[in-house]
């Protein structure tokens, strides 16, 4: 449905892009994962055609975004993190003049009708945008990219801004819409690709740094456990003999007000140290009270997948996003 081959955008010296290739299958929610000035929105300008790649390209149903513009583009709903809209107009105005300019041949009260039942415009169909709540506006900015009934729908940071409650309406609507549509979500919110995407590419620093499923991701870092133990005894005794276990790579250990110490110990990938540190318990004269073993969340993984790749270049220099 779309495939983005070796796109690379630089703007003098600086490159906000790095040979970035990935796709998307129809009928898939794609979450465009990546922190703040990693690259998310040069990508989703580059494949909206809104700006060029200054290499490589981007194919929307197999059709080039730059030499094919007006039928890539007719396939494609493109929803901003700052949706376009007039602000002095009504919501029903704005929507018939979207119609209008995008040459729509469907049926335009029936059309019309459609979207602003699914989108949940009714109430404010002929209100002023301008004195619509933020949610209400991104509704609205959602209507407009639905206006064609593309395939595609390429939704920027839509809940940048939105309180709790417009956060969960929101991605409602957006796993609603992904039945009828394939959808690109970009976003900087672990909980948000979470909640509505099929499979994730994290992009950092201008590169694809990951791109698979959610589990899949999880599954690469499993070996990678922290063991949490609740034990009695010396603190000092307890850390020499955890930490000359081998397979341990970092132990901490704080006292609860209790007397007990609660102990955090990361382990190298592949390591499992619960019978060592129940010898050293044994032979340490200290007691375990608990031991329970975790595996890291996504949103710990997406932290050490930005610090590596951010190791593996050096310093940052800053991003345009």
């Known amino acids: 449905m779309i495939e983005v081959k070796n796109i690379t955008k630089r703007y003098g010296a600086h490159t906000a892009l790095s040979d970035v290739s990935f796709?998307?299958?129809?009928?898939?929610?794609?979450g465009f994962l990546g922190p703040n000035g990693a690259g998310k929105s040069t990508a989703m300008n580059i494949i909206t055609g809104y700006i060029s790649a200054t290499s490589g390209k981007v194919l929307v149903d197999g059709k080039d975004i730059l030499e094919s513009p007006a039928a890539a583009k007719k396939n494609m709903g493109y929803l901003p993190e700052i949706p376009p809209l007039y602000e002095d107009m009504t919501v029903r105005e704005y929507l018939y003049f979207i119609y209008d300019l995008k040459k729509c041949k469907l049926p335009k009260l029936s059309h019309m009708k459609d979207i602003r039942s699914l989108v949940g415009l009714e109430e404010v169909w002929n209100r002023l945008i301008k004195n619509l709540s933020k949610g209400y506006r991104q509704r609205v900015g959602l209507a407009q990219a639905l206006i064609g009934d593309p395939k595609i729908l390429i939704l920027d940071e839509p809940t940048v801004g939105l309180d709790p409650?417009?956060?969960?309406?929101?991605?409602?609507?957006?796993?609603?819409?992904?039945k009828r549509h394939t959808v690109i979500l970009?976003?900087?919110?672990?909980?948000?690709?979470?909640?509505?995407?099929?499979?994730?590419v994290v992009i950092n620093r201008g590169k694809v740094i990951a791109d698979d499923?959610?589990?899949?991701?999880?599954?690469?870092?499993?070996?990678?456990s922290v063991l949490h133990v609740t034990a009695q005894g010396e603190k000092e005794?307890?850390?020499?003999?955890?930490e000359s276990i081998k397979g341990?790579?970092?132990?901490?250990?704080?006292k609860t007000k209790g007397g007990s110490c609660e102990i955090e110990i990361k382990t190298k990938q592949g390591s499992d140290v619960r019978k060592d540190v129940f010898d050293s318990?044994?032979?340490?004269?200290w007691t375990i009270l608990e031991m329970r073993s975790s595996k890291p969340s996504l949103e710990e993984i997406f932290i050490r997948l930005t610090e590596q790749s951010t190791d593996?270049?050096?310093e940052s220099k800053g991003e345009v996003s």
């Open 23 to 30: 796709s998307v299958n129809e009928g898939e929610i794609l």
């Open 312 to 314: 593996s270049d050096g």
């Open 281 to 285: 318990a044994v032979s340490g004269g």
């Open 186 to 200: 970009s976003s900087h919110i672990l909980s948000e690709v979470q909640a509505v995407c099929d499979r994730i």
């Open 213 to 224: 499923t959610e589990e899949k991701i999880l599954a690469g870092f499993d070996k990678q």
């Open 248 to 254: 341990v790579e970092n132990v901490s250990c704080k």
């Open 237 to 242: 005794t307890i850390l020499s003999s955890l």
């Open 165 to 178: 409650k417009q956060i969960v309406e929101i991605r409602t609507l957006i796993r609603k819409l992904g």
